[in-house]
């Protein structure tokens, strides 16, 4: 059964970094990209790019490209979004969705609070 694992809640202060982890189970983790989009309160998802596992090679949507890196570690099985200098707006739910040979699987999400 794929199932994709997030980390947990994550509050931090403007201008800290975060970091949310995505760990893959059940599949072979190189065999699909895993994509990472959010949704901030009241608002739709929103995608912010992807990074395919086998090679660690990304893209990254416009509006993210600057503040906003991705990684793969294939020992673990994990992937990671890390995300610097935190503004307010990025408050938001963050998901790591990967399209696989049956269907669509996301992870449970892992909430972010920017708050001062």
């Known amino acids: 059964e794929v199932q994709l694992v997030q980390s947990g809640a994550e509050r931090r202060n403007p201008g800290a970094p975060a970091k949310v982890s995505c760990k893959a189970l059940?599949?072979?983790?190189?065999?699909?990209?895993i994509d990472w989009a959010r949704q901030a309160p009241g608002q739709g998802l929103e995608w912010r790019g992807r990074?395919?596992?086998?090679?660690?090679?990304?893209k990254y949507a416009r509006n993210f490209q600057d503040r906003v890196t991705f990684a793969a570690d294939t020992s673990t099985n994990t992937a990671y979004e890390e995300l610097t200098s935190l503004r307010i707006e990025d408050t938001a739910v963050y998901y790591c969705?990967?399209?696989?040979?049956?269907?669509?699987?996301w992870g449970q999400g892992t909430p972010v609070t920017v708050s001062v």
């Open positions: 059940g599949y072979t983790f190189t065999s699909y990209y």
């Open positions: 990074i395919d596992p086998e090679n660690t090679g990304t």
């Open positions: 969705p990967t399209r696989g040979d049956s269907g669509d699987y």
